[in-house]
């Protein structure tokens, strides 16, 4: 069984910092393209960040400059390092895993930047 599981989310004020952590079960993470992406109350599921296997790291125009991610194939995980943020980064942010048969989903976890 295929399991994401994040970790990190909090409430946070803005100009803060949090970590998310993603750790996978059931599939091996190198093998897989790794992302993270939020979903906001009212909004579509948006993309944040990916790390491809392999590939440099690619970043949505909002998040550039502020956030990291980063892989760690070794302890089959994926993090994403938050700075600078803002309220309008309060979202659920969802781990993602992208082969090339499959795509897996995380369940998600909460970041509220507020004051």
């Known amino acids: 069984q295929v399991q994401l599981v994040e970790s990190g989310g909090g409430l946070v004020q803005p100009g803060g910092a949090l970590r998310l952590s993603c750790a996978a079960s059931g599939i091996f993470v190198v093998a897989y393209d790794m992302a993270w992406y939020r979903q906001a109350p009212g909004k579509n599921r948006e993309f944040v960040a990916d790390?491809?296997?392999?590939?440099?790291?690619e970043y949505a125009d909002s998040v550039k400059g502020r956030f990291t991610i980063s892989r760690d194939d070794a302890k089959n995980s994926v993090y994403l390092e938050m700075n600078n943020l803002k309220p309008e980064d309060t979202a659920v942010y969802y781990c993602?895993?992208?082969?090339?048969?499959?795509?897996?989903w995380g369940q998600g976890t909460q970041v509220t930047v507020s004051s």
């Open positions: 790390a491809p296997a392999g590939a440099r790291p």
């Open positions: 993602n895993a992208a082969g090339r048969a499959r795509t897996y």
